[in-house]
């Protein structure tokens, strides 16, 4: 079993990952609707979607 | 004073927040085209700069190269920004000597195109390079579009081959 501690700070690294990849997730989705084809031909948009569903299980796991 | 995980959260924030600068940074160097941008595809697999030839009715994909069954055939191609040139390089088998005629579709309506001919017909695969100006070109999605088209090839038995197609942006 973790520590409320561990589990603390797994929760804030989590919390930042998420964060962070929703926000460049927007900001090259803004790029890519201003300038079509900034983002699309180099970097898997779908890629966001998948991380963020992990990071969401791991959240909630960790919240148990 | 900070604990040994503060200072791991800060690092990995660093961290994190230069590798997606990096990852925006690549990509802005990406768009602005510095020097040019050229692409190739030599119709083996699927390319994601350069689409087509489409429709796929009237375009056969063999191993390596496309058939082109009826007219007019499409290509677009990705264009990251506005450039003055485009050199295209298209290698084609026209043994059958048909009049063909490959250009780029301009502004202004649905058929307005800049057309040149194809001028080799041989045996063999025979490379051509074009030049066109793209002030006048008409650009949908950052892409620009190129037809292929030959009134013959719908009438006859022989058939235009192409079986590769690059294309270098100028400033």
């Avoid at chain 1, 589990?7 to 990849?21: E, G, H, P, Y």
């Amino acid at each position: 079993m973790l520590s409320e501690k561990t589990k603390s700070n797994a929760l804030r690294i989590v919390n930042f990952l998420f964060a962070s990849c929703f926000l460049f997730w927007l900001i090259l989705a803004v790029f890519e609707l201003i300038t079509p084809g900034f983002a699309i031909y180099y970097v898997d948009l779908s890629l966001f979607l998948i991380v963020g569903l992990f990071l969401f299980f791991i959240t909630v796991m960790l919240k148990e | 004073m900070k604990t040994g995980f503060e200072r791991f959260f800060f690092w990995f924030k660093v961290a994190v927040v230069f590798a997606m600068a990096i990852i925006f940074c690549f990509l802005i160097v990406k768009k602005t085209g510095i020097g040019g941008v050229s692409y190739l595809t030599e119709f083996d697999e699927h390319d994601k700069y350069v689409q087509g030839f489409y429709p796929e009715g009237r375009v056969e994909q063999l191993e390596g190269m496309q058939k082109m069954n009826s007219e007019p055939i499409y290509l677009e191609v990705y264009e990251p920004k506005k450039f003055s040139t485009a050199k295209v390089q298209l290698r084609y088998k026209n043994s059958a000597k048909l009049a063909a005629k490959f250009g780029v579709k301009l502004k202004g309506g649905e058929w307005a195109f800049y057309l040149v001919d194809l001028a080799g017909a041989s045996a063999d695969f025979v490379e051509q390079s074009f030049e066109f100006n793209l002030a006048n070109t008409e650009r949908r999605n950052n892409k620009i579009k190129f037809m292929l088209a030959s009134p013959a090839v719908n009438d006859s038995t022989e058939k235009i081959y192409i079986d590769k197609f690059s294309i270098g942006y100028v400033e």
